[in-house]
């Protein structure tokens, strides 16, 4: 969605993705795990349950059809803000 930002992983395979304030990571990850799509929500890496709206992405494996289904993590997170 409009607002988002991402960090460009350099040397490693993390990036670590900021979403629109209004949008609930915990949601995307609950949207996102029912359609076999992996994230890591961003309360996870605060002892305070910081980084709500914000989620990590691993990249570890080369791209192949079985990882095509991350593209589909944009249309998960439009239908969140909308709602």
């Given at each position: 969605?409009?607002g988002?930002?991402?960090?460009?992983a350099?040397?490693?395979?993390?990036?670590?993705?900021?979403?629109?304030?209004?949008?609930?990571?915990l949601q995307l990850?609950?949207l996102?795990?029912?359609?076999?799509?992996?994230?890591s929500?961003g309360p996870?890496?605060?002892?305070d349950?910081?980084?709500?709206?914000?989620?990590?992405?691993?990249?570890?494996h080369?791209?192949?059809?079985?990882?095509?289904?991350g593209?589909e993590l944009?249309a998960?997170?439009?239908?969140l803000?909308?709602?």
């Amino acid at each position: 969605p409009e607002g988002t930002t991402a960090t460009r992983a350099e040397g490693g395979y993390f990036t670590w993705v900021s979403l629109p304030n209004r949008l609930d990571v915990l949601q995307l990850h609950r949207l996102a795990t029912a359609e076999g799509i992996g994230i890591s929500p961003g309360p996870m890496f605060s002892p305070d349950r910081n980084f709500s709206n914000c989620m990590r992405m691993n990249f570890g494996h080369p791209w192949g059809p079985e990882l095509q289904t991350g593209i589909e993590l944009g249309a998960l997170a439009h239908k969140l803000v909308r709602s």
